[in-house]
């Protein structure tokens, strides 16, 4: 099937929306090299390999204390009413408010206490706080001078140790999150986005996809399970 300029512009516009993580260069599901076995079996779709936190906690019995990291757009946080409101304000009619600095001066400052927080990411982090890992959280969103992230995903999720939020930015030609991982030694990274999932191997991490809810503002929802990862169960919410 032939896309068209306009349907692929559609969607690359749409990726922009979510501020969840960088535009993924791609269309969804299409990453070279992840793709074209691992989910495919004689013509098939392969079998989803879903999870539940106490799943994950079972799997690390026994194992030191580690780095590990999350997203947070549509990953820990629920995060449209915000941008919603970034479009509705910056640029009603497109995406252009997502190059603004002014909306995310106003997202990073003052619109991120509307988030709603989803209740996997709580269940996560309290899962790894129990273990004494250390927790990071990485997005795409354009950083600012000023930023209430941090202390409101500290209150939020009730972080004993927390790391300052670090802003990646986004690129349509890399995947801008990977540097950060690796250099914080990151061994597991969650996230809703196939780049999430894609940047954390590139950094030799496991990612771990969490399942966008299908209300967010970013489109389109994204195929789960496939690039063979792991899917923590009901994790929309």
Known sequence: MKLTTIAVSSLLACAFASGSA??????PGT???????????????????????????????????MAVGFDIDDTVLFSSPGFY????????????YLK??????KMNCEWEKFSLPKEVGQKLITMHQKRGDSIFFITGRT??????????LKDT???EK??????AGSSKTEYTKTKYIKANNIKMYYGDSDGDVISARNAGAEGIRIMRNSASSYKPVP??????????????Y
């Open 22 to 27: 960088f535009a993924d260069p791609k269309l």
């Open 31 to 65: 990453e070279t090299g992840f793709s074209s076995v691992e989910i495919m079996q004689q013509g098939e779709p392969a079998q989803l390999h879903w999870v539940s936190v106490d799943d994950i906690a079972k799997s690390l019995e026994g194992k030191p204390p």
């Open 85 to 96: 409101r970034g479009q509705q304000q910056f640029s009603p009619n497109g995406y252009s």
């Open 100 to 105: 603004s600095q002014k909306f995310w001066d």
């Open 143 to 152: 950083g600012s001078k000023c930023e209430i992230s941090t202390q409101y």
């Open 157 to 159: 999720f009730g972080i």
């Open 162 to 167: 927390m790391n300052k939020v670090i802003f």
């Open 223 to 236: 195929q789960n399970g496939i690039y063979g990862e792991k899917i923590v169960k009901d994790s929309q």
